[in-house]
């Protein structure tokens, strides 16, 4: 695998802290349940 650029897009960041947060609230749902 080739190491990625250093730079990154604000918007794949964005995306990708989205999809982290997404998953982590489906998780202590059901935790939570």
Do not use: C, F, N, V
Not at 8 to 24: E, R, V
């Amino acid at each position: 695998m080739e190491p990625q650029p250093p730079r990154l897009k604000p918007g794949k960041i964005l995306d990708t802290l989205g999809a982290m947060q997404k998953s982590l609230t489906r998780a202590s749902q059901r935790i939570a349940q």
